[in-house]
DNA sequence: GAGAACGGTTCCGTAGGACCG
DNA sequence: ACGGTCCTACGGAACCGTTCT
């Protein structure tokens, strides 16, 4: 009884045995249809096309995946989701790659130890065709499993030492530009809110604290370990940190600060000892995040393009897997963002 | 020559032939041994895991998923990835099925037409087992492929009405909520800036403005409808929003915005025509997103619980698939933050 | 442990028509 | 008019790597 036959409207999802029995042709031809029209007659091409509507056929995944060895898809895993502007490259990552019909398969593990390797490891065995790793640590076991598994994969915001292909900026170059404008601006003695710089997963951080220092040294402006705070992103840490720098007397009149999220908190906290920004104490960051042109004021921050870190990642890895992409339109420059929360230092107390 | 040995290292992943080679054993026993290892004795047991480790070997998701039918795979498709709050619902879905092993498939078209079709239809076709859909239209095609589809789905932020399990919360009471601190403060005239209400797209928008009205009136509380400013959402949007109000001299003492990133615009947007916040004009919103507490004033706004949704809507997803949940600890409590942009109104001019 | 699904893709082969000398 | 060759459109079947009986 059960024959290959189609059942018009069974609870099952249609299978290409289906659309082939109710157009009378192979699965073959069924499947030539779909992928390489030009190669059917028009008249079969016509039947086939009546029976996939009629049935509502869409093509199993991941049966297409095993027979092509190929699933048309980009795995992304990401440390530190929440806390960071994963989110913007995510998007610009997503949207480059679905121009090729490429799909991103996501995973997000709370860095504890070694989930970097076992996220990775779950990637793999879903069949990514290529994968971008976001804010990785480069452990040995997750380098060792990379090599193994030959598949393209970028690192973005990585160390360039850590082998493999890294996108991401001249974060030295970065630091310099930022104090150069605090130099520029005459201020002599700043202060520093970064994030930890420890970490191997911290080495843009790291590096981005280089430029600024050997900037400060070469413009002769004083960078005082006092006033000097390392803790973790986000507005509060900002805010707390900005009361502790005040606390200190130091004598500082800019604060530099790793991120838009530190530097907004950073303000409040000024604010809410009273301190008026940029007449008392002028602050300046990195990022340019979506609110700091509408903070009051305005945040002064150096523009960098996130987004377009996500898409350069996402047209590497589709030119790898032999996509036919063109020369790489993504430039990723960076800009100082003047605003209105640096001034020239006040006349000293 | 070529029989089915185990080939130590060679450039294809090895798969489980290999692994069973290597071991002495079947392929059935391999991957009992991996899926239900108290099955198997713990001789053969240690041996297949050697092979496995020394192989390097990890599933083959795709052939894994044809046999079981099953990719452990949950599908998110979101309309308007950039311009909203949906980062942070993925990130909450993430989290709540990574619990289970699932991961996250993510699709973010560029609403255009029948983009929303296509889109679900490329997820269904990738094998997904669940699927969310962030703010879906709800077009006529794209209900029939759901229903012709039997797998799991929930709108998040979606209309009830439309069918299908919708999460969300009641809009019409957080209009309410807002509406009641206004009036509580004093407030007899205010202006409303707000996002589009047309298409089905945005009904969660028209809900929430309804209960803003409807609590207006009973308060007798005035909304002028020239000061009724309908835009898209975005820091800009606010800012042009609130000088255009200005410029209306309406007599309104407070405004009432869609969104933080609204009202974050138009503060700024008064701050720049000279007026204090809350001194001279109130500014309350919706969502409290991270920013909103560290602004200049802080923002006086209606939490919305967004990461909760994803995870509300992960767990019920994966209740539906079958998973052990346990009951739904995701509440979804909305919470008015009173900060400093709102105030009694100034007497009148 | 053997072997049949699972649902595609693709290689290989062939029927049949067009075209040629 | 006929045998041979080339080409196109399609059918048949092997194969992809698991799971499950």
């Known amino acids: 009884m059960n024959q290959k036959t189609a059942q018009p409207s069974a609870n099952k999802p249609a299978s290409l045995a289906d659309v082939a029995a109710m157009a009378g042709v192979s699965t073959g031809t069924v499947s030539r249809t779909l992928s390489r029209p030009e190669m059917i007659s ?12 009629k049935l509502g056929y869409v093509v199993n995944g991941a049966a297409r995946a095993l027979a092509m060895r190929r699933s048309h898809t980009i795995g992304a895993v990401i440390l530190k989701f929440g806390s960071s502007n994963f989110a913007q490259v995510v998007e610009g990552l997503e949207s480059e790659v679905a121009k090729k019909g ?5 995973s997000a593990p709370v860095p504890d130890g070694k989930t970097e390797f076992t996220a990775l490891a779950a990637m793999l065995a879903r069949g990514v065709d290529a994968i971008a790793l976001l804010g990785f640590e480069g452990l040995e076991q997750t380098t060792e499993i990379l090599a193994r598994y030959p598949i393209p994969h970028a690192h ?3 160390d360039p030492k850590g082998g493999g292909h890294c996108i991401g900026l001249d974060e030295s170059r970065n630091g310099r530009i930022a104090l150069e404008h605090l130099a520029d601006l005459g201020h002599k003695e700043i202060g520093l809110i970064w994030g930890q710089t420890q970490s191997p997963l911290r080495y843009r951080s790291r590096l981005r604290l280089q430029g600024v220092k050997a900037a400060a040294k070469k413009h002769r402006l004083h960078i005082n370990p006092d006033a000097c705070i390392y803790t973790e992103h986000g507005f509060e840490q900002g805010r707390h940190a900005a009361k502790q720098l005040l606390s200190a007397s130091t004598g500082i009149t800019a604060i530099l600060c790793a991120s ?36 009051n004021p305005p945040l002064t921050t150096l523009h960098i393009p996130i987004r377009e870190v996500g898409m350069k990642a996402g047209h590497y890895l589709l030119s790898q897997l032999g996509e036919a992409m063109g020369s790489d339109p993504h430039a990723l420059e960076v800009q100082l963002k003047i605003r209105e929360s640096c001034g020239a230092p006040a006349s000293r107390k």
Chains 1, 2 share one sequence.
């Open 102 to 106: 490429y799909t991103l398969l996501l």
């Open 156 to 158: 973005l915001w990585g």
């Open 260 to 295: 838009d999220y530190l530097a907004v908190g950073a303000m409040r906290g000024l604010q809410e000892s009273g301190l008026r920004v940029p007449r008392d104490m002028s602050v300046a960051s990195f990022n340019d995040n979506d609110f700091s042109a509408y903070v």
């Open 42 to 53: 028009e008249e079969t091409r016509d039947r086939v096309m009546q029976a996939v509507q």
